[in-house]
């Protein structure tokens, strides 16, 4: 299977710890944004990078929150002293840039619980 | 600001009925529209999209057109099956280097046979 990756599926952690979550978008895609989506609602833009350059971060992305992406291949999303308010799915999306496409394709995604 | 308001589910139906979805937007510039389903215990996928106003998406029986006078892409399609079963998702983006999805709450389908 050669879409979107990744890892883990589900997180639970204690409150105050940190969780990284890993994402291997789709080889080729030069493109890969972070979204959350909290129950019963639609993913919220995080942020965004072209290659290895971030390009965009949304207000929902606080201090404790970082992203990277090396190599301009998989991409990291640290949460620092999670909160219980942490608690969504997070979900991993690439895609490859080419005039207006902007066609994305989306990872299963990690739940995170912050008990 | 940039948002996507979709009706509010859930949405119960039989199969072989008519389904329609609401779903309209506001954006600065002009859009390219989508909709995203999200199958129980599965990642979003895309369903269909438009990249600018008349334009008709059709995917797997569904269909949806961009109406730049109304500000609308509404989802339909003309007979629903029980594995249409899922949650739907309106999203927009817009047509500039680096900007992301935004996305509707989602509306749920359910269909029962």
């Known amino acids: 299977d050669t879409g979107v990756s990744q890892n883990p599926r589900h997180k639970i952690t204690k409150r105050g710890q940190n969780v990284t979550f890993r994402c291997d978008p789709i080889?080729?895609?030069?493109?890969l944004y972070w979204y959350r989506q909290t129950l019963g609602q639609g993913p919220e833009f995080l942020t965004y990078f072209q290659n290895e350059a971030q390009l965009e971060k949304s207000r929902l992305l606080s201090d404790r929150f970082s992203a990277e992406r090396p190599k301009g291949s998989f991409s990291t999303l640290e949460i620092q002293r999670t909160e219980q308010g942490d608690s969504a799915m997070y979900l991993c999306?690439?895609?490859?840039?080419?005039?207006?496409?902007?066609?994305?394709?989306f990872g299963q995604g990690t739940r995170l619980t912050v008990v | 600001g940039n948002s996507v308001t979709q009706m509010e589910g859930p949405v119960t139906l039989s199969e072989e009925a008519f389904l329609t979805i609401n779903c309209t937007y506001t954006?600065?510039?002009?859009?390219?529209l989508f909709w995203y389903v999200q199958y129980p215990g599965e990642g979003l996928q895309l369903l269909l999209k438009?990249?600018?106003?008349?334009d008709k998406g059709s995917n797997k029986g569904f269909e949806a057109t961009y109406r730049k006078e109304t500000t609308s892409f509404h989802l339909e399609k003309g007979s629903v099956q029980v594995s249409d079963s899922a949650v739907y998702f309106c999203a927009l983006s817009l047509n500039q280097a680096g900007t992301a999805l935004i996305f509707g709450k989602g509306t749920t389908l359910s269909v029962s046979s």
């Open positions: 999306a690439s895609s490859f840039l080419q005039g207006s496409n902007t066609e994305a394709f």
């Open positions: 080889s080729e895609h030069n493109r």
């Open positions: 438009a990249t600018k106003a008349d």
């Open positions: 954006a600065t510039g002009y859009p390219s």
